[in-house]
């Protein structure tokens, strides 16, 4: 499958973006889907995952309440809405799939190692 990224742009703190994750390829919905992010001379990190059935969601903590992971099978599509921005949600958003995980990812959510394919990022830069 690849995977694609897009939606991101230039927001005020306190707006909202919607991210998407197109895939292309075959079984989008037979995969687990992450997203991360990684800001300007930082690691990339863990923000958001969902099983491959929508049935369970994983958040880092310091978006929770903020940004809510979906994805709509039928359009081989998972989104992240973006809530309550804020500057330091400022960085490369990514998303990432897998099949290796069938059910409930638990602690593999937050993994770049559970992850097989990769999308080019979407930048998402939030002024204060």
């Known amino acids: 499958v690849q995977l694609q990224a897009f939606g991101g742009g230039l927001v005020q703190a306190g707006g909202s973006l919607r991210l998407s994750c197109a895939a292309s390829?075959?079984?989008?919905?037979?995969?687990?889907i992450g997203w991360f992010r990684q800001a300007a001379g930082k690691e990339r990190e863990f923000v958001a995952a969902?099983?491959?059935?929508?049935?369970?969601?994983y958040y880092a903590d310091s978006v929770k309440g903020r940004l809510t992971i979906s994805r709509d099978n039928a359009k081989d599509t998972s989104y992240l809405q973006m809530n309550s921005l804020k500057p330091e949600d400022t960085a490369v958003y990514y998303c990432?799939?897998?099949?290796?995980?069938?059910?409930?990812?638990?602690?593999?959510?937050?993994?770049?190692?559970?992850?097989?394919?990769w999308g080019q990022g979407t930048l998402v830069t939030v002024s204060s």
């Open positions: 990432a799939g897998t099949r290796g995980v069938l059910g409930p990812l638990g602690h593999l959510a937050s993994l770049e190692r559970t992850y097989d394919y």
């Open positions: 390829g075959r079984l989008f919905s037979a995969y687990a």
């Open positions: 969902i099983t491959w059935s929508g049935g369970d969601t």
